[in-house]
């Protein structure tokens, strides 16, 4: 399916990557994709009749779309395509269906307990997937699955690793239950790096993204990619040791930080009135409670504190605070003052901290993009249009 072009080191540009072009610009001219791959007109010519016979492309023209000054003509067709999206907390989970760029359509937020066996939490997400795709007009097309946990995951297969948020379930769980319920292609990734995803404002910015809930996640995001780490586990900042002698933490050590800045440590630190929950926190805090607004402000203090060698290592454009704690205003300043008071000029110049989306829209879209990198891998298209061309039509 690949030429050596005349005069050009490379090989002609397959089927797949041109869609890939197209897609990640956002439409693309003909002249544009000349420039880009290097190819003949002919050999382009061919594969985008190729791609547009498929259905991957179309030609804005020839729908009356105005293309505008810069014709980006040809486009990826996303019409009709939805992904769902199953984005799951420690307690409650958003179930959305997705345009291509990650925008809700239609959503439903369930409440659960994540430490529950792997059957009572997921089995009842399947069937408000159904249903949610159920109420679509019949003009959509499911094109992936993406599931976000709490928990280190194991890039690829999907396996849930290292989990001390889901300690009943089996590692294959979401890939048994959610993952065999359609027959797409489906992404299984840790909550906090898909927002961080979902987060960045382009491909270009540096993100480091933390998630304070009931737990304490953080996802780094460099070059629009996800930073995993070996084992999936990248920026499992909840168990960073602040006090060796501090308090027990759900992962048996004693002082992480989750034993002192999570929403369920901050929990345990107000005494008076009884265990709160996270929405109740976030009332009081929005009250001006004082020993509440003490409280947050020690653990965003400590957070911040542990933060300074991530962010120094990291250098990032910006730190996102997401999550029901996380994303409180008296969080956010708590933390972004001592990070600042903590790093160097050269990291602190220009450095960015701030709240995140109040809610799992970041999730959502975070996943989406997931979703759509592996429905439209490029080697997937090459595939899909090989097997076009075995049942009859020629391709070039
Ligand atoms: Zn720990």
């Given at each position: 399916?690949?030429?050596?072009?005349?005069?050009?080191?490379?090989?002609?540009?397959?089927?797949?990557?041109?869609?890939?072009?197209?897609?990640?610009?956002?439409?693309?001219?003909?002249?544009?994709?000349?420039?880009?791959?290097?190819?003949?007109?002919?050999?382009?010519?061919?594969?985008?009749?190729?791609?547009?016979?498929?259905?991957?492309?179309?030609?804005?023209?020839?729908?009356?779309?105005?293309?505008?000054?810069?014709?980006?003509?040809?486009?990826?067709?996303?019409?009709?395509?939805?992904?769902?999206?199953?984005?799951?907390?420690?307690?409650?989970?958003?179930?959305?269906?997705?345009?291509t760029d990650g925008a809700p359509l239609r959503s439903v937020v369930v409440q659960h307990e994540i430490t529950a066996t792997a059957e009572t939490v997921l089995a009842p997400l399947v069937e408000v997937g159904r249903s949610l795709l159920a109420e679509g007009d019949g003009g959509e097309t499911l094109v992936g699955v993406g599931v976000g946990v709490p928990a280190p995951v194991e890039a690829g297969t999907g396996r849930?690793?290292?989990?001390?948020?889901?300690?009943?379930?089996?590692?294959?769980?979401?890939?048994?239950?959610?993952?065999?319920?359609?027959?797409?292609?489906?992404?299984?990734?840790?909550?906090?790096?898909?927002?961080?995803?979902?987060?960045?404002?382009?491909?270009?910015?540096?993100?480091?993204?933390?998630?304070?809930?009931?737990?304490?996640?953080?996802?780094?995001?460099?070059?629009?990619?996800?930073?995993?780490?070996?084992?999936?586990?990248?920026?499992?900042?909840?168990?960073?040791?602040?006090?060796?002698?501090?308090?027990?933490?759900?992962?048996?050590?004693?002082?992480?930080?989750?034993?002192?800045?999570?929403?369920?440590?901050?929990?345990?630190?107000?005494?008076?009135?009884?265990?709160?929950?996270?929405?109740?926190?976030?009332?009081?805090?929005?009250?001006?409670?004082?020993?509440?607004?003490?409280?947050?402000?020690?653990?965003?203090?400590?957070?911040?504190?542990?933060?300074?060698?991530?962010?120094?290592?990291?250098?990032?454009?910006?730190?996102?605070?997401?999550?029901?704690?996380?994303?409180?205003?008296?969080?956010?300043?708590?933390?972004?003052?001592?990070?600042?008071?903590?790093?160097?000029?050269?990291?602190?110049?220009?450095?960015?901290?701030?709240?995140?989306?109040?809610?799992?829209?970041?999730?959502?879209?975070?996943?989406?993009?997931?979703?759509?990198?592996?429905?439209?891998?490029?080697?997937?298209?090459?595939?899909?249009?090989?097997?076009?061309?075995?049942?009859?039509?020629?391709?070039?």
């Amino acid at each position: 399916m690949s030429e050596r072009l005349p005069g050009s080191p490379g090989v002609a540009a397959s089927h797949g990557h041109i869609l890939e072009l197209i897609r990640s610009a956002g439409g693309l001219s003909r002249q544009e994709l000349l420039a880009a791959t290097g190819m003949s007109r002919a050999t382009l010519y061919e594969r985008l009749d190729a791609l547009a016979r498929r259905g991957y492309v179309y030609e804005a023209e020839s729908l009356g779309v105005k293309v505008g000054r810069r014709p980006r003509n040809i486009r990826f067709d996303d019409r009709g395509r939805i992904a769902l999206t199953f984005a799951l907390g420690q307690t409650s989970a958003t179930v959305s269906v997705a345009d291509t760029d990650g925008a809700p359509l239609r959503s439903v937020v369930v409440q659960h307990e994540i430490t529950a066996t792997a059957e009572t939490v997921l089995a009842p997400l399947v069937e408000v997937g159904r249903s949610l795709l159920a109420e679509g007009d019949g003009g959509e097309t499911l094109v992936g699955v993406g599931v976000g946990v709490p928990a280190p995951v194991e890039a690829g297969t999907g396996r849930v690793v290292h989990a001390t948020t889901v300690p009943q379930w089996n590692p294959d769980a979401v890939v048994a239950s959610i993952g065999r319920a359609w027959s797409v292609p489906l992404v299984v990734e840790n909550d906090a790096m898909a927002t961080a995803l979902g987060e960045r404002s382009s491909d270009a910015e540096t993100l480091v993204y933390v998630k304070v809930g009931t737990g304490i996640g953080c996802g780094i995001v460099v070059d629009g990619s996800i930073l995993r780490g070996a084992h999936g586990a990248a920026g499992s900042i909840g168990h960073i040791r602040v006090a060796p002698d501090g308090p027990l933490c759900r992962c048996g050590r004693h002082g992480c930080l989750a034993a002192f800045s999570s929403g369920l440590a901050i929990s345990e630190q107000l005494i008076g009135g009884g265990r709160r929950t996270l929405g109740q926190i976030r009332e009081a805090a929005e009250r001006g409670d004082t020993e509440v607004s003490r409280t947050l402000h020690s653990a965003a203090d400590t957070l911040g504190g542990a933060l300074g060698a991530t962010i120094t290592t990291i250098n990032p454009h910006r730190l996102v605070l997401g999550g029901r704690i996380g994303s409180l205003p008296a969080f956010v300043d708590g933390v972004r003052e001592r990070v600042l008071a903590d790093v160097v000029d050269r990291i602190a110049n220009g450095l960015l901290v701030e709240a995140g989306a109040p809610d799992d829209r970041s999730a959502v879209r975070g996943l989406t993009t997931l979703v759509m990198r592996k429905a439209f891998a490029p080697a997937s298209v090459d595939q899909s249009i090989g097997a076009f061309a075995l049942a009859g039509e020629l391709v070039p």
